[in-house]
C-alpha cells in the first residue's frame, strides 16, 4: 500500500510564505516523478510544478521565480517552497508521484489528500 501524505498548509498573508512537504511511504521501488498540483475553488486541479528524480524541474508559468519544488531521494519526499503568495494562489495543493512499487510493476499515479493554502489578509 502506498501513501502520500502532505502537510503544511495554512492562511498566510499576501506576499508571505510557506513551505509544504509531502511524504511517499509504502511499498515502493521507484518515484521517476513527483510533483504538485493545486485546485482553487471553482476550478479544475492543474499542474504546479514536478520534480525528475534526477533533479530536473518544471513550473506552470504562473509560479515561475515564486515558487521551488525540491525532492528528497533517501526519504521519498517532495517540498514546494512558496514565496510571494498571492490571493491567486490559494487552493487545495496535492503531491502526486508517478511510480512503480516493484521492477516488474507498471509506473502509475499517487496521490495524497491534500492541503488547504488559503491566500488572504
Known amino acids: 500500500q502506498v501513501q502520500l501524505v502532505e502537510s503544511g498548509g495554512g492562511l498566510v498573508q499576501p506576499g508571505g510564505s510557506l513551505r509544504l512537504p509531502c511524504a511517499a511511504s509504502?511499498?515502493?521501488?521507484?518515484?521517476?516523478?513527483m510533483g504538485w498540483y493545486r485546485q482553487a475553488p471553482g476550478k479544475q486541479r492543474e499542474w504546479v510544478a514536478s520534480i525528475t528524480n534526477d533533479g530536473i524541474s518544471n513550473y506552470v508559468e504562473s509560479v515561475k521565480g515564486r515558487f521551488t519544488i525540491s525532492r528528497d531521494n533517501a526519504k521519498n519526499m517532495v517540498f514546494l517552497q512558496m514565496n510571494s503568495l498571492k490571493p491567486d494562489d490559494t487552493a487545495v495543493y496535492y503531491c502526486?508521484?508517478?511510480?512503480?512499487?516493484?521492477?516488474?510493476?507498471?509506473?502509475?499515479?499517487?496521490w495524497g489528500n491534500g492541503t488547504l493554502v488559503t491566500v488572504s489578509s
Open positions: 509504502g511499498s515502493i521501488f521507484v518515484i521517476p516523478v
Open positions: 502526486n508521484g508517478v511510480l512503480s512499487i516493484s521492477r516488474s510493476s507498471p509506473l502509475r499515479d499517487y
